[in-house]
């Protein structure tokens, strides 16, 4: 079994997806658009809609981010898009020096929570919010600090 990051926006997943390639260095990038499939008559998409990116991968340093867009006729189900503090993406194990530069391009236009340093737990911790509110922290010993502590 494998677990991703799945992130839903609505309406910017591809200005998203283009600043998360280039933060994350990403290796191969994927995107199909809700209009790739044709119309349904009954139920015919904008051509907003049809411009919204259905689903999306990239692929950066062995792991995988998903986003996709959530258009309003599917929002009439699933709520609206919110930004919120209920998700964080934790990069852990890395080399200080990727993660530094990883949080160096993914702070820019966002706020920085702890800048990314050594703290007694970790050769380089920081966390920060994006500027599309996805909180991030960055943890290159997450690990060895588990393996020390939990028993």
Request: hydrophobic letters at 40%; charged letters at 20%.
């Amino acid at each position: 079994m494998k677990v991703i990051t799945y992130l839903q926006f609505d309406g910017r997943a591809e200005e998203a997806l283009a600043f998360y390639e280039k933060a994350l260095s990403a290796t191969s990038v994927k995107m199909v658009r809700f209009g790739d499939f044709g119309q349904d008559p009954n139920a015919p998409l904008t051509e907003k809609e049809q411009n919204m990116i259905m689903e999306s991968r990239i692929e950066f340093s062995g792991n995988i981010l998903m986003i996709s867009d959530v258009p309003p006729f599917m929002q009439a189900t699933t709520g609206e898009i919110t930004n919120g503090n209920t998700v964080l993406i934790s990069i852990i194990d890395t080399d200080p020096e990727i993660s530094k530069q990883c949080f160096e391009r993914l702070s820019e236009g966002g706020t920085v929570i702890m800048p990314i340093s050594s703290t007694p737990w970790s050769a380089s911790f920081g966390m920060l919010v994006d500027k599309f509110g996805i909180m991030w922290k960055f943890n290159s010993e997450a690990s060895k600090f588990l393996d020390g502590y939990v028993e």
